[in-house]
């Protein structure tokens, strides 16, 4: 699950290596998942900010082309 969602393999390591470490380490490990969401939400962000780009220069080809369903002019 953890690959998955991007984690690095480092930082599945690392989890691994403290879930093995039992309840102590639970902090430990949701500041790790805290940090991976963190990181996850900065990738989301910049794919809106692709898929905005995207988006518009559809518009302008679709506004140039005219009715897009009607194929080429």
Known sequence: MLRSSGMPIPAIRRYTELACGGDTTAADRLALLREHRA??????????????LV??????????LGDPAAGPA
């Open 39 to 52: 990181l996850a939400l900065v990738r989301i962000a910049a794919l809106h900010r692709c898929l905005d």
């Open 55 to 64: 988006n518009h220069k559809v518009a302008v080809y679709e506004d140039y």
